[in-house]
């Protein structure tokens, strides 16, 4: 079967689906869980969230307390885009002990 022909029978872009087939396609997205379900392919299950993963959710909790509000989550999340640049840089930068310690 050519790829143009499943993506006619899925609705899946063509070009996605020669990313997925050339192993260029590295994270799950809903075009590929389409395809795996038309080809009975069973999809892995997520893993349990990190333990960052955790503790961001609890400090997100946290930060939101218990407003009603909705412009709170709209605020939080004002400051967390506000904060991705930097995050960025921080995160490309070579990781020391020293720049860890924060002055101790």
């Not at 006619?8 to 869980?33: D, F, Y």
């Not at 400090?59 to 412009?71: S, V």
Request: net charge positive; proline share 7%; aromatic share 2%.
């Amino acid at each position: 079967m050519t790829e143009t022909k499943l993506s006619e029978l899925t609705g899946i872009a063509q070009p996605q689906i020669s990313k997925l087939l050339s192993g260029m396609r590295k994270r799950w997205s809903a075009p590929i869980a389409e395809l795996c379900q038309y080809a009975k392919i069973s999809i892995p299950v997520a893993s349990s969230p990190s333990a960052a993963d955790q503790r961001l959710s609890r400090a997100l909790r946290q930060a939101l307390g218990n407003h009603d509000d909705p412009r709170a989550a709209e605020i939080l999340a004002r400051v967390i885009e506000a904060l991705a640049p930097a995050m960025t840089a921080l995160c490309a930068a070579p990781s020391s002990e020293s720049s860890n310690d924060h002055g101790k």
